[in-house]
């Protein structure tokens, strides 16, 4: 991992190149499973998220976000 300053053409390229390469459906699916273990963690109060549980409630919000963006769960018909 690169500790560089990139433009925001970079960034932007990089994004785009990443987005196009996964697979959004799976990628949704990974991004629950990994907001369902935290969850799990923070509520069985593991030592090792001890120092994080100020802000686990971001974290998972803002996840869920992006896994909604990918991959809708509840789709309106």
Not at 2 to 16: A, H, Q, Y
Not at 19 to 46: G, T
Not at 55 to 73: C, G, M, Q, S, V
Request: hydrophobic share 35%; charged share 30%; aromatic share 10%.
């Amino acid at each position: 991992m690169t500790t560089e300053n990139s433009s925001s053409e970079e960034l932007e390229t990089r994004l785009k190149n990443f987005f196009n390469d996964i697979n959004p459906k799976e990628m949704a699916k990974i991004i629950r499973k990994v907001n369902y273990a935290l969850s799990l963690c923070s509520m069985r109060e593991c030592e090792t998220l001890e120092s994080e549980l100020p802000k686990i409630d971001d974290h998972f919000y803002w996840l869920n976000r992006l896994a909604e963006a990918l991959d809708p769960y509840l789709e309106v018909i």
